[in-house]
């Protein structure tokens, strides 16, 4: 499956973004999917994940409340909602695709990244 990552940018401290992430490729319902982000100098963290369904939803404890992940299994797109964003958001922000959720960043198969600046 081939994923491409967009809608990332330079935002203020307490803004909304949405990332989405299009797959092309095999059937798109039986991925599950995730977001990852990677900030200067450090390792590539878990953001969030969504079961092949769609039904389950995982999100890391430093955006829980803030960010929401989607799948649309019709368009092919899983979207990463954004909301009152901090500096410490910054980062490029990966989606991925593999066969089971983890917070591991060992999935099969990712996207090229999408810069994510938030400014205080």
């Known amino acids: 499956v081939q994923l491409q990552a967009s809608g990332g940018g330079l935002v203020q401290v307490g803004d909304s973004l949405r990332l989405s992430c299009a797959a092309s490729?095999?059937?798109?319902?039986?991925?599950?999917m995730g977001w990852f982000r990677q900030a200067p100098g450090k390792e590539r963290e878990f953001v969030a994940a969504?079961?092949?369904?769609?039904?389950?939803?995982y999100t890391a404890d430093s955006v829980k409340g803030r960010f929401t992940i989607s799948k649309d299994n019709v368009k092919n797109t899983v979207s990463l909602q954004m909301n009152s964003l901090k500096p410490e958001d910054t980062a490029v922000y990966y989606c991925?695709?593999?066969?089971?959720?983890?917070?591991?960043?060992?999935?099969?198969?990712w996207g090229q990244g999408t810069l994510v600046t938030v400014s205080s």
């Open positions: 991925a695709a593999d066969d089971r959720v983890t917070v591991k960043s060992d999935w099969h198969y």
């Open positions: 969504i079961s092949r369904s769609g039904d389950g939803t």
């Open positions: 490729g095999r059937t798109f319902s039986s991925y599950a």
